[in-house]
């Protein structure tokens, strides 16, 4: 088939075109020609593309998947989900399939304030609220944690060890303060069927990251998590691939930090482990039988380092004038 994966300077597109490249034609797209990604197809395979906030993203990637015969379009950028599921219809039209969960349940996980609160009484769920002018007074408890209401990467979180701290972000509903959790971090990788049956769910320890990527990392037989995932899943409204993370709180429970309902980018390891997602993904597309769940997996540890691959100056100049 005819895939385009959008967000090619991410891990996950790369972990993506890794899986599938050697059995379907895959077409990379990015903002920037600078991203890496874009240099594993040939020339006539990447394309440049708006950022995921913009308006002119949605009819770019209409006009490109209509222009090129895309059978399948795989977004992996967290800005982009909600408005490409939204015009579903649209490229359903021109016979492009967009594997995402439905536009308000991408919203949902966008807004973890969203999240927690349709969660709420799960006991996955950590202690959380809004910071505001009328909360600041309610938080006592410290060290905690804040992060965005809307973000990933870890872009803007923080560790909150006085009242002082709190001093220095918005309180206008935008920041979320919820209790330290200083233990493990653990991802779940979900993949559930287009028709809601649940495939797989396999629990990886993030031993180390960088800038919110796992560059170590282990598979773990952990019924616990993958139980909880799965409900979490099935509560929100999860189809195709999801990733749920957990965190151990300061009593040893797990408790859940997001839901990025998208191919994340360790998808190497699950692979490694016997679960490849990205051709689970195709074989649901194409109506072939899935295996029954959640899979059997293997404990596998992964390590990641930097690697090269050399071109010609000019394909770059070529996308730079793009």
């Excluded at 209409?62 to 950028?77: D, K, N, Q």
């Excluded at 959790?181 to 028709?195: A, I, R, T």
Aim: charged share 20%; net charge negative; hydrophobic share 45%.
């Amino acid at each position: 088939m005819r895939v385009l994966v959008t967000g090619a300077g991410g891990p996950a597109a790369v972990s993506v075109w890794k899986s599938l490249a050697a059995e379907h034609e895959l077409l990379l797209a990015d903002m920037d020609p600078d991203s890496p990604g874009l240099y594993l197809v040939p020339a006539q395979q990447r394309f440049l593309i708006p950022r995921g906030e913009s308006p002119e993203l949605v009819p770019a990637l209409l006009e490109l998947c209509r222009a090129h015969s895309v059978e399948v379009l795989i977004s992996t950028v967290d800005a982009e989900l909600a408005p490409v599921a939204e015009a579903t219809a649209a490229f359903a039209a021109i016979g492009t399939r967009v594997p995402l969960s439905p536009a308000q349940v991408l919203h949902r996980c966008r807004d973890k304030w969203a999240l927690l609160s349709h969660l709420s009484g799960n006991p996955f769920v950590p202690s959380c609220v809004q910071l505001s002018a009328e909360t600041l007074p309610t938080i006592t408890r410290f060290p905690c944690f804040a992060k965005p209401r809307a973000g990933s990467g870890s872009r803007g979180i923080a560790l909150i060890e006085s009242a002082q701290d709190l001093a220095d972000l918005p309180l206008d509903d935008t920041y979320l303060v919820q209790e330290l959790l200083p233990g493990p971090e653990f991802s779940v990788d979900v993949y559930v069927s287009q028709h809601g049956e649940l495939v797989a769910a396999v629990p990886r320890e993030r031993i180390r990251t960088d800038s919110g990527i796992a560059i170590t990392a282990r598979t773990l037989h952990m019924p616990e998590l993958m139980e909880a995932a799965a409900n979490i899943a099935r509560t929100v409204g999860i189809r195709y691939v999801a990733n749920v993370q957990f965190k151990q709180a300061v009593d040893g429970h797990y408790k859940l930090l997001e839901i990025n309902p998208r191919f994340p980018g360790s998808l190497p390891l699950t692979g490694a482990a016997g679960v490849d997602i990205p051709r689970l993904l195709m074989d649901d597309l194409q109506g072939r039988p899935l295996p029954a769940g959640p899979m059997p997996f293997t404990e596998v540890f992964m390590v990641r380092y930097w690697t090269e691959k050399y071109l010609d100056p000019s394909e770059w100049q070529a996308l730079c004038r793009r």
